[in-house]
């Protein structure tokens, strides 16, 4: 499935329901589809508050590709790079001195703990974020069949 969207919070809700829809089509099952839906949005949301971050209008192409035992989220924008074309650690950030937790931060933090893979380049001016999200086995018992599902 391809998806090409703008970089407004409403684009990527928009692109979050039809993402998801694919992945009912395609036989997977709820647990498996919140992990995808929850990844893709934080990656989503990032290009939107960061790479496209004071610049207006952007676009975000998004495709979902299946592969073996995992799911392939492949994004491309042409915002602002990544600080030093380096992906963030995805570090949780220390408790506030009152103990409370601090505002952001865990976006990569999730994307890093809940992917297989995840790499970063920047091509021509254009940034290009792949994320591998594997299957479980009872997932992929749901999943099986063939590349043709996501539509």
Known sequence: MTLEIGSSPMDVRRALVRATEALVRGGYGPQFRGIVELVLAEALNNIVEHAYAGQGAGRIQVRLLELPGAICLQ????????????LPEGRLKPLGHDGDLPEGGFGWYLIRRLASEVSYRRDAGENILEIAVAREPECAAEGSGGSDRLR
Do not use: E, K, Q
């Open 75 to 86: 994004l491309r924008d042409r915002g602002a790079p990544m600080p030093g074309l380096v």
